[in-house]
Nanobody, 123 residues
């Protein structure tokens, strides 16, 4: 009932930049937090950055100072600007949204995930 569609992944050289975007659509009553997670081969999924509906953000220590998360609440979108990319940033990046979903006259809250977009940092 809610879809998250990511875009912007790809191959980039170390030190380069990429911008990921994610748009949420569907039976959305309101979105609380939005953010980005990533999962590298053989590793567990980890949080990269989160931004709340109030605009507060948190970053993983490994990306602080290099990544910037932003959000357009009116459009239900979130973006991740990634600069100074390193090979260890290589992973599948997933968009996440903490959503209150409207189903007929019932509302319920659930975490929603995008399909993931590959980011590869390599020379």
């Amino acid at each position: 009932q809610v879809q998250l569609v990511e875009s912007g992944g790809g191959l980039v050289q170390p030190g380069g930049s990429l911008r990921l975007s994610c748009a949420a659509s569907g039976n959305i009553f309101t979105i609380y937090a939005m953010g980005w997670y990533r999962q590298a081969p053989g590793k567990e999924r980890e949080v990269v950055a989160i931004i709340t509906s109030a605009g507060r953000n948190n970053y993983a220590d490994s990306v602080k100072g290099r990544f910037t998360i932003s959000r357009d609440s009116a459009k239900n979108t979130v973006a991740l600007q990634m600069n100074s990319l390193k090979p260890e940033d290589t992973a599948v990046y997933y968009c996440y949204a903490d959503v209150e979903i409207l189903a007929d006259i019932v509302r319920y809250r659930a975490g929603q995930w995008g399909q993931g977009t590959q980011v590869t940092v390599s020379s």
